[in-house]
């Protein structure tokens, strides 16, 4: 993960250089770590318990000083594909899949579920069944983007948990086969340079429901822990991810509210300032009503969705 520029908008020692500061060290001689490979959510979610495995895929150079960390935190770790010995699984040539846990026989019980079906394996790695199921349920059809799908799957009225909002992680919701999926999925990087989307989540997994229970309580110990640790990194994911987002599909959307930092879609840039300028917004029979620029009302029709995710 490149370094991210100076401009990044972050609280102050939250991130620098693709590293975060943590206020509370995770062992002695852990008081920063990497943002990525793994992410702080899946270390976090494996140091609470909440997630028995979690992967990462990196590179070799990489992979010593995750070996060292592993070790400070009394993790063990397993490469997935050595172990397999077979080929076919890789992410990509030159990254290795490593799993990492707390006890070796479950990462061991992982790789082989990975080997068998890489969409149903998220049992494996602490995922609640719901969302595994609903999951599968959506990569088998893929008839729809997966926040669609999940927000139509989410009922009763109300704010929405921040810390289950996915609609910025692309993960296991490509389709890589697809020219057009690529090329949008590159464009959208390219306007989001300077944030760090890859680790900008809090679950690592697509939860079934924005109000999936299982979900948010594992959501609610992992974003704990993390706060604890690393409070101005809390804070800075909070400000990415508590926020009202318009959604129509999946590279097209905009979270409302203040300028940075803030994600931006591939929605034409006209739409996205005159969205980004508005107050909040609020359903109403005729689609989504927010306060323009001026008091002037403003009414989207009934094909946008009205995701809020600004949950204490
Ligand atoms: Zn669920």
Redesign the pocket.
């Given at each position: 993960m490149a370094a991210l520029p100076a401009n990044f908008g972050a609280p102050s020692g939250a991130l620098s250089g693709g590293r975060i500061a943590l206020a509370r060290p995770l062992a002695p001689g852990v008081s920063a770590i990497d943002a990525n490979d793994p992410t702080f959510s899946d270390l976090a979610g494996v140091l609470t318990g909440m997630k028995p495995v979690t992967y990462t895929d990196c590179f070799p150079a990489q992979f010593r000083r995750l070996a060292g960390l592993c070790r400070k935190l009394k993790l063990e770790y397993l490469l997935a594909e050595d172990y397999l010995a077979k080929a076919g699984h890789h992410f990509n040539n030159q990254k290795k899949m490593v799993l990492i846990g707390k006890t070796k026989s479950k990462l061991i019980a992982a790789a082989k579920a990975w080997a068998v079906s890489p969409s149903a394996w998220g049992t494996y790695l602490g995922y609640?069944?719901?969302?595994v199921k609903?999951y599968s349920a959506w990569s088998d059809g893929k008839k729809e983007d997966l926040v669609r799908a999940t927000a139509r799957n989410t009922r009763g009225a109300g704010r929405l948990d921040f810390r289950l909002n996915n609609v910025w992680n692309y993960f296991s919701r490509m389709n890589f086969e697809n020219p057009a999926d690529r090329a949008a999925y590159a464009a959208f990087l390219d306007r989001n340079q300077g944030l760090d989307l890859a680790s900008s989540h809090v679950v690592s997994w697509h939860?079934?429901?924005y109000r999936?229970?299982?979900?948010v309580k594992k959501a609610e110990v992992i974003f704990g822990f993390m706060a604890r640790h690393a409070p101005d990194y809390a804070e800075l994911l909070r400000g990415l991810l508590a926020r009202q987002v318009i959604f129509w599909d999946k590279f097209r959307y905009a979270a409302l509210g203040p300028a940075l930092p803030r994600v931006r879609s591939l929605l034409d840039a006209k739409t996205d300032a005159l969205l980004a300028a508005c107050g909040p917004a609020s359903r109403s029979r005729a689609g989504i009503k927010l306060a323009g620029p001026g008091k002037k009302a403003l009414t989207l029709p009934k094909e946008a969705l009205l995701l809020d995710f600004r949950s204490a």
């Open positions: 609640p069944a719901c969302c609903k939860p079934c429901s999936c229970p299982a979900s």
